[in-house]
């Protein structure tokens, strides 16, 4: 995936974000983190979660739901898991 | 969406009750069967039991409730509310073991509950509620002596918390949310002498439950505590953390209201419950509270008890439950001392190593030398409970007892 894709990629996994655990999108930054703002916290990540599955139809376990606490992680996740643009 | 529906009385049920049976809106996984039954209870007041499985619910209900069609609907509706909102979607929790001991040989096979009644070692005053007698009181002691003893093990400070908590402290935990269904409430008469003088001639029980007139109470400043570990998060709430850590212990009397799952000692409306709190770094947290799994399983091995550490969930109520589950499962957040029952080849929750993040430090402002939210966890012990699980497993006859146990004067 080049560059640009991935960067395709991360506005709409922040758009996603910012929608889930309803901030501005401004304030969802590309290299954000779980805990970062008070809204992503155990049911804001939940929400996110729940969203990825349906928007990009991936199927999330238990151990995935843990290891994907940022921006980047979740990227990475996606195209791991066969996402194209 | 529902079939094979019944609401007649049938020959199986209790008399003066009906039966309710009737598909699920969608299919429940093994893993939530357990939860979703324990939910029903607090869906209708005339709801007597409940089972659930896979593809099939199987309700009973009060005859009082009159089963009408309608009112058949209407029951039926609200448990798929609970259904759609638990098993729709629902993520499959990992489960995690982290030591296996059930299988260790124990004497006895038999529910105590009929002998600690009828030696009147146990009387029920109410529903979740039981008198104990010397027997178990002096089990309770050798047990809190074992937790005791774990706490001093940490240097942990001694607290003492007030039974009653503060609506406002559970509020700011977002627990009016999370488990509003087990709350318990507090008030008194309003202080108006008119209201004291017309309660102290006109109440008056009828059945168990008390009549009273209208508008007597004041409104609800405070509630029966759910839980020990809150009042020492609100005691450091708002300031930095004396020196960056704390660890306490404290034992208080603990509510949880949980209707008609509210059977012999397991589950109590109103229990005992020893805590060692852990406050600090996440690493000084997540560390103490492997130590302190580490040294009890010690202490379980000497008392010869057959159980399992695994992880589990907080029992949120149907709105949260999906996600807060979850997450709690994801991050290993809780895992349960679950002591084996054999007379009902079961397991009953003894006690739990709890991790909170930094939930607390966030939500009451409890602050690291650094400015960082502070993270906190804690082991909690149900003294009822163990006790319990202890004469489940070697009966009532203390000449049948581990040595270690017998020996310290329980």
């Not at chain 2, 627990?175 to 269904?181: E, G, I, L, M, Q």
């Not at chain 2, 409430?185 to 006109?202: G, K, N, P, W």
Request: aromatic share 10%.
């Amino acid at each position: 995936m080049s560059t640009s894709e991935t960067s395709i990629l991360s506005q709409r996994v922040q758009s996603l974000l910012a929608e889930a655990i309803q901030v501005p999108g401004e304030m969802v930054t590309p290299d954000l983190s779980f805990g970062d703002l008070p809204q992503w916290d155990s049911l804001g990540h939940m929400e996110v979660m729940l969203r990825l599955e349906e928007e990009f139809g991936v199927a999330i376990d238990a151990d995935t739901i843990a290891q994907l606490i940022s921006i980047p992680e979740i990227c990475r996740f996606l195209e791991d898991n066969g996402y194209v643009q | 969406m529902c079939s094979d529906i019944t609401g007649k009385p049938v020959p199986g049920a209790a008399p003066g009750s009906s039966e309710l049976n009737f598909a699920p809106a969608v299919p429940i996984p093994d893993f939530l069967t357990g939860e979703i039954q324990s939910k029903l209870a607090y869906v209708d007041e005339h709801i007597l039991a409940a089972r659930v499985k896979e593809d099939q619910i199987i309700l009973k209900i009060a005859s009082a409730a009159s089963l009408t069609p309608e009112r058949q609907a209407e029951l039926i509706e609200k448990v798929q509310r609970v259904v759609l909102s638990m098993a729709k979607g629902a993520f499959k929790p990992k489960v995690q073991v982290l030591e296996d001991h059930l299988d260790r040989r124990v004497p006895f096979r038999f529910d105590p509950m009929p002998e600690l009644l009828a030696s009147s070692q146990i009387s029920q005053e109410a529903n979740g509620l039981f008198v104990l007698g010397p027997l178990l009181t002096r089990l309770i002691a050798y047990f809190e002596s074992q937790f005791i003893a774990l706490a001093d093990s940490f240097q942990a400070v001694p607290y003492r918390f007030p039974t009653l908590i503060p609506a406002r402290y559970l509020e700011r935990v977002n627990y009016f949310r999370a488990f509003p269904h087990s709350l318990t409430f507090a008030t008194h008469l309003r202080e108006d002498l008119q209201v004291i003088d017309e309660f102290a001639q006109h109440a008056a029980c009828e059945h168990s439950e008390l009549q009273t007139p209208p508008n007597s109470f004041a409104p609800i400043q405070a509630l029966l505590s759910p839980a020990v570990c809150y009042h020492l998060y609100f005691a450091l709430a708002d300031q930095p953390l004396p020196r960056g850590q704390v660890v306490a212990t404290a034992v208080g009397n603990c509510f949880r209201y949980e209707a008609i799952n509210l059977t012999s000692l397991e589950r109590l409306w109103n229990f005992t419950m020893r805590e060692v709190i852990f406050v600090g770094a996440k690493e000084f947290v997540l560390e103490n509270r492997e130590i302190a799994r580490q040294r009890m399983s010690q202490v379980f091995e000497r008392i010869g008890l057959a159980y399992r550490v695994e992880s589990a969930n907080d029992p949120f109520f149907i709105g949260e439950f999906r996600k807060q589950a979850a997450f709690q499962s994801a991050f290993q957040l809780k895992f349960e001392i679950r002591a084996r029952l054999p007379f009902k080849e079961s397991t009953l929750a003894v006690g739990s190593y709890n991790y909170h993040q930094d939930f607390f430090g966030r939500s009451l402002n409890i602050t690291l030398p650094d400015g960082s939210p502070a993270h906190t966890g804690c082991v909690a012990f149900g003294l009822e409970r163990i006790a319990f699980a202890f004469v489940a497993q070697y009966g009532l006859d203390p000449a049948n007892w581990p040595a270690e146990v017998r020996e310290m004067g329980a």
